[in-house]
């Protein structure tokens, strides 16, 4: 049974975070989190949307008579969906030096949001990274043990599963990133500096932004807010005017480690491709055709534009498609195909290529543009689970 908590507590940890309080070219070290659950069946999507959903309490005062329509939209939006979002606390497991007896220390904290009716979490994997094990808060005070079901550091996006009852699960209704345009509407919800069920009100900023990730890749597509983004706020949802959820709170860009007016969120977008993945398989799935590309750092020190094809898998379609990758001629090593463009776009990085591959999606064609030789050539391949 849950026990009623108070008001989630203040942690120093929380002024370290990657996101929501820390310049955005730093990020945690990564940690070892052992998923729960490696294979779990396909979930059903996510429940009803917010303005169909009862309100948090029955015991809310009505709506005050005078208020704009605006106003009177962002007092509804925030009442339904602050059911949905969580308080994480992240505890890291210490010995103690003199008693040798093992301690439970609190790491960190962040926001997080129910996904579906079977108890799934979504929030930042730098929100976990560094616990052995975590507690989810919900909007009724109710603290709940949660296990790891998976992540993706790629995209700092990470799952947890609680075992709620079903009254006190609320999923967030999903929306789309794609639409965004620079100016509409965004409200986050989360807890910042510890300060539960937090709202505040911006407008889209930017898109298309650019953020490293725990494990070194970018995330992509990445929607820039003016909406207040401070420690702690790390995995709440940023949702329209609709109430739709369009990205992940996941970093902010600040001198002094607070809100700054430039805050980032990944793309639903993203979230959506990956969440069920995670579910289901622990990770994401990783896309490409069957090539082992050449590393950055030996790309660029023999002069390659592009991304040079190290090895290719016997039977994969890049195989099938005549691709191939250095070769041993007396006693040295020669250069393959080099990938210079994928669907059209130029491919500078291995993160290029693989992003490619992501953008396209398993089952989906992808055309490769390769050179060898001095000669340039187009094939297309299918993207395939590797």
Known sequence: MPMKSSLPFLLPALL??????????????????????????????PGTGLLDAPAASPQLPPIPTGLSDEEKRD???????????????????????????????????????LWDEQGHVVTNYHVISQGSSFQVTLSDHTDWPAEVVGYAPDKDIAVLRIDAPRESLAPLELGGSRGLVVGQRVLAIGNPFGLDQTLTVGVVSALGRELTSPSGRTIRDVVQTDAAINPGNSGG???????????????????SG?????????????????????????????PGVGIVPLSDQWSQQIGIQGVAVQEVQPGSPADRAGIVGLQERRRRLRLGDVVVFVDGKR??????????????????DVTLTVMRDGKERTVRVPVIQQ
């Open 16 to 45: 370290l975070g990657f996101v929501a309080g820390q310049l955005v070219p730093g990020v945690l070290p990564a940690a070892k989190v052992t998923p729960a659950a490696q294979r779990r069946p396909a979930m059903q999507a």
């Open 75 to 113: 007092i509804s939006i925030f009442r339904r969906a602050s059911r949905s979002v969580a308080f994480i606390t992240s505890i890291a497991l210490r010995r103690d030096l003199f008693t040798f007896d093992v301690m439970q220390i609190p790491q960190g904290a962040g926001s997080g949001f």
């Open 237 to 255: 949802p940023l949702l329209d005017s609709t109430g739709h959820l369009i990205g992940v709170n996941t970093a902010i860009y600040s001198p």
């Open 258 to 286: 607070t809100s700054a007016g430039i805050g980032f969120a990944v793309p639903v977008d993203t979230v959506k491709r990956l969440v069920p993945q995670i579910i289901r398989f622990g990770k994401p799935l990783q």
């Open 347 to 364: 491919v500078k990085s291995v993160d290029d290529l693989l992003y490619g591959f992501e953008a396209a999606g398993v089952g989906n």
